[in-house]
């Protein structure tokens, strides 16, 4: 969502009144009691005039009170302003003058009393025939609209209709504000071409009123529309000339307000330096104001940067330091979004135990300061983080007291989104999956409804997640396929990639690798067009994936080591891995830089490059090493063993195998676990049995278990005997040596473990290829290899297959 200006609210510091003890005896005089004492229309004249200057010079000094964040100072003198105008007969200015106070309201966050003030003054002006007065109420009740999650068709209906009012009266300044309403409303709409239409006609009407601070708005609002249409270079440069007539004006908070809108700018763009730097001027500038609130708005943003620059640590510094100054001068919104900050960082740390803490803190703290719509958010963010501790019941409480309030305060997208966001994963995880399908259909309902079809393309893309998970994939697909009509109708281009790679999966688990080929690179020139760098490497990266699986088909139809087809398919994967590990690289992302690792550990394993395949798993436990992820660092050393297992270092595979097992039993992560235990059964069938120390032989007893087995055995043969004759052993013998010699270019003993013998990942697939060929009908497993790692053993399988047929 394109970013906002920070709403001012009311100042900490004493509050100024803009008058002057001689203008206060001035508004006193009425214009009956000049009428009493001189009749005459030129003298009635003259005092109008001087009216008409006095209300318009108090109107001035609200607009320079709100300028300096005296919202109260503001309203009383635009309410001074407004008797005069009312007096005078001045629809103008009372139009001004009413926006100015509604704005007030608005700016302290008194929403309830800003809409109960600018539905009656809208009404008064009606049945008074002040059409500009209408107009401006109804500009109001546009931008509080907006805060309410009204719908976006309503809001653009009352601002055109505000905008047709003023059109015909002549009202120039009017005029210009209705048309950055009407821009206002259309981002509200997320209607981009719209919003910068309108944006840039309001530019030019205040450009020719020569109204600097009008011309600042619509810059930034030009700049918002920029930032939907996802053109990040146009956004910065009206920002920055934004921010340069405030600059010159000497208007400060509105220039920190938009240097945070530049940060955002920034941020979407991924010059992670040049917002750090528009975060530190907002807060430099803030700082010298003395204003608490925008120290404390700028603190989220200021903390962000830090993080992206890789530097948790200092984001962590400035949180707390921020958190210590905000208790000392006992404030508490301040120390709330402190908090908040403190348990951002300390998750990205991956310390979530510690940022539940901090959420849990800040959530009481909102409580106390009775803000409905931000509890709802803190609370969703405490279900979240218990969601990661998974504790799934308190996550489930509190994103039900989350959607509770927010069905109070009537905000339906919300809700959706917490369903979304946090009970479908809640279900997910539990494997509850009609219960989570139930979830994601609800929410989808609500968008459409809301008509939110950002929402709904969102909603429809997780419940396509949902059924790929329970192997519905043809329901998967039509989801996705829906989601990815909205997105390509909306040009969002991140979220119609994020669609597109989700297809892809979609066509490796229907066995369709060549699709989901296709489908890779398409996500992946969105990400480019889209200027998403880390979003880039994230589609690179399953290209790699992509081109494996293509692979293993290739290798399951027949297809031999050395043919052109594997050969060109292991390059494309290998030059995909090594393009996402430069882009990894010039951003400095460490998860990412260890994610090319695994990847292209995994284009080397298959190419037969065992000791590349190897460093690239060293090198991605030592990063996440580094950074304290068990996760990442387990799914290494997984990597490692089998690394180690194809290259015939059987003892350091076991080693790692069990080391794996270990972690991931400590994180009591079961699909891990369930992961390394399946290597570690690899390894143990790889090696024949364990080398190193063995333990001391009980030879008698073994010779009793022999002698036990003996008549089992014997009327095992007898069986086998009354059935139908099955294969030779020697002749299965000889065609598996066969194979292998032609495969291998070398003769191979049969005892020898394929692994040992040199046997790599991709070789040992062609090679169970040949064997399933040679032997249809037996039903062999696709593990054979692992199962029965030499020929004598593999030999006896098939041929007791053979008689069990």
């Known amino acids: 969502m394109a970013p906002r200006a920070a709403s001012p609210f009311a100042s900490p510091r004493p509050l100024r009144s803009p008058r002057s003890p001689a203008k206060a005896v001035k508004r006193n005089i009425s214009l009956a009691d000049l009428a009493d004492a001189d009749p005459s229309p030129d003298f ?37 302003a407004l008797n005069l105008f009312r007096e005078i007969g001045d629809r103008g200015g009372i139009a001004r003058s009413l926006r100015c106070i509604v704005s007030a309201y608005q700016a302290r966050e008194e929403l309830e009393n800003a809409y109960l003030r600018a539905s009656e003054e ?118 920055n000339q934004a921010c340069s007539i405030y600059r010159q004006m000497g208007l400060h908070f509105q220039e ?96 979530p135990q510690e940022a539940l803490e901090a959420a849990t803190e800040a959530l009481d703290l909102i409580k106390s300061l009775e803000d409905l719509p931000w509890e709802a958010i803190m609370l969703h963010s405490v279900a979240a983080l218990h969601c990661t501790l998974k504790h799934y019941p308190e996550a489930l409480q509190a994103a039900q007291e989350a959607i509770w309030i927010l069905e109070d305060i009537g905000d339906r997208s919300g809700q959706a989104y917490v369903r979304l966001n946090t009970i479908l994963q809640v279900q997910t995880q539990l494997q509850e999956y009609p219960e989570a399908l139930s979830t994601a259909e609800e929410a989808v309902a609500i968008f459409k409804e809301i008509k939110d079809r950002r929402g709904e393309a969102t909603a429809l893309l997780l419940a396509a997640n949902v059924y790929k998970s329970v192997g519905e994939l043809d329901e998967a697909e039509k989801w996705l396929q829906e989601a990815q009509e909205i997105f390509t109708d909306m040009g969002e281009r991140r979220l119609l990639a994020q669609v597109i790679h989700s297809m892809a999966k979609v066509h490796i688990a229907k066995n369709e690798p060549a699709e989901a080929v296709r489908l890779a690179y398409e996500a992946h020139s969105l990400c480019k067009r889209a200027r998403d760098k880390p979003a880039e490497a994230g589609t690179l990266l399953f290209t790699v994936e992509a081109h494996l699986s293509l692979i293993a088909q290739l290798v399951e139809n027949g297809r031999v080591r050395g043919s052109r087809e594997l050969e060109e398919q292991l390059s494309k994967a290998e030059r995909a891995g090594q393009a996402a590990k430069k882009i990894a690289d010039k951003l400095g992302h460490k998860q990412t830089i260890a994610d090319c690792f695994y990847a ?199 041929v007791e297959k053979s008689h069990n047929q």
């Open 256 to 351: 920190a307000a938009e240097l945070m809108s530049l940060a955002e700018w920034h941020k979407m763009n991924k010059d992670d330096g040049l917002m750090l730097q528009a975060a530190e001027d907002a807060m430099a500038i803030y700082r010298r104001q003395n204003s608490l609130l925008g120290q404390s708005n700028v603190l989220r943003l200021l903390v962000k940067a830090h993080c992206l620059i890789e530097d948790d640590q200092k984001g962590l510094e400035v949180a707390e330091a921020a958190l210590n100054e905000f208790r000392d001068q006992h404030y508490k919104r301040g120390e709330a979004i402190a908090l908040d900050q403190i348990g951002s960082v300390l998750y990205g740390m991956r310390r």
């Open 44 to 80: 009635l004249d003259e005092s109008r005039e001087q009216l008409r200057k006095e209300a318009t010079s108090l109107l001035n000094d609200a607009q320079e009170a709100m300028d300096g964040d005296a919202m109260q100072a503001a309203e009383r003198a635009a309410t001074d």
């Open 600 to 798: 292209m550990s995994e284009v080397n394993l298959v190419s037969g490059k065992y000791q590349e395949a190897l460093d690239g798993a060293d090198e991605g436990i030592k990063i996440y090493q580094d950074v304290g992820y068990a996760l990442g660092e387990c799914t290494f050393v997984n990597m490692k063993a089998q690394a180690l297992l194809v290259s015939g270092k059987n003892d350091e595979a076991l080693v790692a195998a069990k080391e794996a097992v270990s972690m991931a039993k400590a994180m009591e992560d079961k699909s891990l676990e369930a992961l390394a235990q399946e290597i570690l059964e690899k390894v143990l069938q790889g090696q024949g049995q364990p080398q190193g120390p063995r333990q001391p032989q009980m030879p008698l007893p073994q010779m009793e278990e022999e002698q036990e087995e003996a008549p089992a055995a014997a009327a095992a043969s007898e069986v086998v005997e009354e059935k139908p004759k099955g294969l030779e052993p020697a002749i299965v013998h000889d065609m598996l040596h066969n194979m292998l010699r032609e495969m291998m270019g070398s003769e191979m003993e049969a005892d020898t473990p394929f692994m040992d013998a040199g046997v790599d990942s991709l070789m040992s697939i062609e090679f169970r290829s040949q064997v399933n060929s040679a032997f249809s009908g037996l039903g062999l497993s696709s593990t054979l290899t692992f199962d029965y790692p030499t020929i004598r053993e593999l030999t006896g399988h098939i």
């Open 122 to 239: 809208l009404d008064r002006c009606r049945n008074n025939g002040n059409q500009l007065g209408e107009a401006a109420m109804m500009m109001s009740l546009v931008e509080l609209k907006m805060l309410q999650a009204v719908k976006p068709k309503e809001v653009v209906s009352m601002a055109k209709a505000a905008l047709a009012l003023v059109q015909p009266l002549q009202d120039k300044p009017l005029k210009a504000e209705a048309l950055l309403t009407l821009a206002q409303s259309y981002e509200h709409a997320q209607k981009s071409d719209h919003m910068m239409r309108a944006a840039r006609a309001a530019l030019e009407a205040f450009r020719q009123l020569g109204d600097k601070r009008g011309e600042a708005k619509s810059l930034h609002f030009m700049a918002l529309a920029a930032g939907l249409c996802n053109d990040m270079k146009e956004a910065v440069r009206c920002s």
